[in-house]
């Protein structure tokens, strides 16, 4: 146990399990009798441990698996859907550096395009693909012998307790923790604060084959506008094979279908067929996260942490830094800040953008379409990452003023 001395006055703390798994087909229900997990439960009992994370998905296994040698001897995971059970999904990103993900990629692009203009390096990035359920996998395995009673079922609520603990309320019964990890968007408190504005990011994406060459393999569309509120970016996986993706900035989740995206494909390829096996869609929310939790041990993670940058949706790239870095304070004893803080020019930015997706959806996609075909695409790749030099932040303002005059003449 690495925090020792660190626990609440008046909590014991056991290290080492007798019995855990990580079943990887069927995680135990809840309520059940004590089954091959080692866990027990009866709706009226209340279980101890000493780190409860409420959310079991890719920051929290990110984190379980940096820590998992140095965790202290009880530690569970409240998730309805435990890792192995998430459908699969591509998860696309851009990097300057080498990811954890990058093995596991199926695509890696340094040239990229927007619309019809010509392609250019976007170097130092390098854009990639996964699967999730390639990564999950990994993840799970990995996790397979970690000390970790996997719990399936559903937070309610966290809250602090005058002892010091935290009270994790669940639909199968209360947990106590010395310190909880929350993912959970949807419990309080929630992600993203009504606080502050906040927005949705809707997608769909097929992978399709065409049954000639048409696609440029070493070319990533990043940005095609498909009508004034929605943009498609196109990955190719070889001559005849990609995956397309349409996303749409809006106030609420709602869901896309696949037909704008096979008439893009009609209207960019003439000539070619194309059949599209795969669909998926989901909704990222965005938005700033709460800046209090429960206390100083209940600590935010992923997307809730606000580690999923507000403008522009995706996150899987910040969330391992995030999850290497807590690991870190943590072996060293130092303290986790509870959430995330932007600093202040990055966050009025991202406000105003999220402001914009209020006030017009078709507003946002305009600016982002200014921006990248005004700017070089690494630096446009730079400002998303909040890692551009001021000097080069003059060109992105200067192209996206248009847009944001247009919105205040709306007011
Ligand atoms: C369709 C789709 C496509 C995406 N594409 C990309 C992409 O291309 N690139 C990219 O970087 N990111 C992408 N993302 C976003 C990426 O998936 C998230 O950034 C990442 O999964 C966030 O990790 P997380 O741990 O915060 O949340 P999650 O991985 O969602 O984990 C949260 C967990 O909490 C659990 N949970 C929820 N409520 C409760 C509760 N009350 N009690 C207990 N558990 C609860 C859920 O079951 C889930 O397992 C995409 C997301 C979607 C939906």
Not at 17 to 35: F, I, Y
Not at 72 to 99: C, N
Request: aromatic share 8%.
């Amino acid at each position: 146990m690495s925090r020792g001395g660190r626990w609440p006055r008046g909590v014991m703390v056991r290290s080492g399990r007798t019995s855990s798994s990580l079943p990887k087909d069927s995680p135990p229900d809840l309520p059940a009798e004590a089954g091959e997990s080692g866990v027990e439960w009866s709706p009226m009992s209340v279980r101890e441990y000493d780190v409860v994370f409420v959310g079991g998905g890719l920051a929290a296994s990110l984190l379980l698996k940096e820590l998992r040698k140095e965790l202290p001897g009880r530690v569970a995971v409240v998730d309805p859907s435990p890792l192995p059970t998430q459908p699969s999904v591509h998860w696309s990103y851009w990097s300057h550096e080498r990811t954890p993900y990058d093995r596991f990629a199926i695509g890696a692009w340094q040239r990229a395009k927007v619309g019809d203009m010509p392609p250019e390096s976007i170097a130092p990035y390098t854009m990639s693909l996964v699967r999730s359920g390639d990564v999950f996998a990994d993840l799970a395995a990995r996790l397979e012998s970690a000390p970790v009673d996997w719990l399936r079922t559903s937070a309610r609520s966290i809250g602090s307790r005058d002892d010091g603990m935290y009270e994790v309320s669940t639909d199968a019964g209360v947990l106590r923790a010395c310190w909880v990890f929350d993912s959970a968007c949807d419990i309080g408190p929630a992600f993203p604060t009504p606080h502050r504005p906040g927005a949705v990011l809707n997608g769909t994406g097929i992978r399709v084959t065409s049954d000639r060459p048409a696609f440029d393999a070493a070319t990533a569309t990043l940005f095609d506008p498909l009508d004034e509120r929605s943009f498609a970016y196109l990955l190719p996986l070889g001559p005849d094979e990609a995956l397309l993706e349409s996303a749409t900035f809006g106030p609420v989740a709602e869901k896309t279908d696949a037909a704008p995206l096979l008439r893009y494909l009609m209207d960019r390829y003439p000539g070619a067929s194309f059949v599209a096996p795969h669909e998926e869609s989901g909704s990222i929310p965005l938005g700033f996260p709460p800046l209090r939790t429960a206390g100083p041990r209940h600590v935010l993670l992923g997307t809730k942490r606000g580690l999923v940058k507000p403008s522009a949706g995706y996150g899987i790239v910040r969330i391992v830094k995030e999850s290497e870095e807590l690991a870190r304070l943590w072996r060293e004893h130092r303290p986790l800040a509870p959430s995330r803080r932007d600093s202040r020019p990055w966050a009025l930015l991202d406000t105003g953008f999220l402001q914009l997706v209020g006030k017009d959806p078709r507003l946002p996609l305009a600016l982002l379409g200014n921006v990248m075909r005004a700017v070089p695409l690494a630096r446009s790749l730079g400002f998303i990452d909040e890692q551009l030099p001021p000097r080069q932040l003059a060109s992105i303002f200067l192209s996206a003023l248009p847009i944001v005059l247009q919105s205040a003449v709306r007011k």
